[in-house]
């Protein structure tokens, strides 16, 4: 394995990691709400009282904040080395697994960790072995 020294990024890293856990934090403390965001995204289709500009709220803020932030700063330049059908079929994967899981990374791996929730303790790992599986197969095994 070797780091890519000019584009290692740990204090944007790190301030990333922040925002996430602060935004996190503030739903859930202002809100009661947790920050899944395929939760917070499904929510839409099955709308209850009083629950739609939250929603709304949190997930234009997901695409706005990138598209300030490239006002401000260059993006990295984005590479993507898989065809249209495989990326579709990636998508579909993770939309299947989101279903069986319960939830995705950020409901799993960021709000239910810190809240030391065994559900998302095993999800989480699920999450990370099918990743470190994909990945073996992918990049090792057929190619």
Do not use: K
Not at 3 to 24: E, Q
Not at 60 to 89: C, K, T
Not at 107 to 125: M, Q
């Amino acid at each position: 394995m070797e780091i890519d020294w000019l584009h290692f990024t740990p204090w944007t890293s790190l301030a990333g990691g922040v925002l996430i856990g602060l935004a996190a934090a503030l739903l859930f403390l202002l809100n009661g709400r947790i920050a899944g965001i395929s939760g917070i995204l499904g929510g839409l289709f099955r709308p209850a009282g009083g629950d739609i500009a939250w929603r709304i709220s949190f997930l234009l803020g997901l695409v706005l904040a990138p598209a300030i932030y490239r006002m401000l700063y260059p993006l990295p330049a984005v590479q993507v080395e898989a065809d249209i059908p495989l990326l579709i079929s990636a998508g579909l994967l993770v939309g299947i697994g989101t279903r069986y899981g319960s939830g995705c990374t950020s409901g799993h791996g960021v709000c239910g960790l810190s809240r030391l929730s065994p559900r998302s303790l095993a999800a989480t790992i699920a999450f990370m072995l099918a990743g470190f599986s994909t990945v073996l197969v992918a990049r090792h095994l057929l190619s």
